[in-house]
């Protein structure tokens, strides 16, 4: 086997342009409709295939490696196990996505995970049953995959490609890490939403369900969304902490983040509805 090192592997960013909370399951997952969309920003992984079957990663972030628990690793191991591939892989992520912001890093470096893989490997699975593996490691998994904005019901895997407008966004990271399982286990989180045809949520005014619960219990993120709604329609993605605003051009937006305040912190990104990473994976 080969020792060259495949690098530039993208994991996008995401933002959940909309976020509805329809009901709770009885295993106590939570019902959602959402809309996914991807941004220009990336974590980055580069892949050396291995004779051995052992699995190894290195990253900027030692709290990353540290994590024995760490979904990269979940991802390649999965892929090992589904089918029977006897090499191994080491692994460097270049991590450049905040921790814990609702902009789906982990997820997505899962994702890149499985697809380069299964190229490099020759494995040879289909999407669709990559995006199953997937599902099992974690719910926002399979957009990454699949690698096109979507539309996305259930617990976020029935998937609907879709393709909003691919506006300009100014993205603020709070200095808070909210936690998505203490956000969907708390009483007052809305759970009522009711569930609407995809044409009508595609033409109403987007909201994010989780936003108000997330605003009253962290400061933080109250307060760069204030700032932010001073310049343009923003709203939270996912479970938080991260808000982003919507501009129509490139220059408005880098104007309005030439004005954030010196203690807070965030950045410009295009909206993409096809993943850079499908791009990568056409590329040798």
Known sequence: MSAII???WPAPAKLNLFLHVNGRRND???ELQTLFQFIDCCDMLDFCVTDTDELVLHSNMSAVVADNDNLI????????QATGF???AEIWLDKRLPMGGGLGGGSSDAAT???ALNKLWNTQLSTEKLAEIGLKLGADIPVFIHGFAAFAEGVGERLHAVNPNELWYVIITPDAHVSTADVFKDPLLPRDTPKLAIDTLMSQ?????CQKLVVSKYPQVAKALGWL???APSRMTGTGACVFGEFTQQQQALAALAKLPSDMQ???AKGMNRSPLMVRLSHP
């Open 73 to 80: 690793l979940r991802a390649a191991k999965s892929l090992q």
């Open 86 to 88: 006897k090499g191994g």
């Open 113 to 115: 995970t499985l697809v």
């Open 266 to 268: 965030g950045f410009v």
């Open 28 to 30: 106590g997952y939570h």
């Open 229 to 231: 709604l001073e310049y």
């Open 6 to 8: 495949s690098r530039n």
């Open 205 to 209: 005014p987007w909201v994010n369900d």
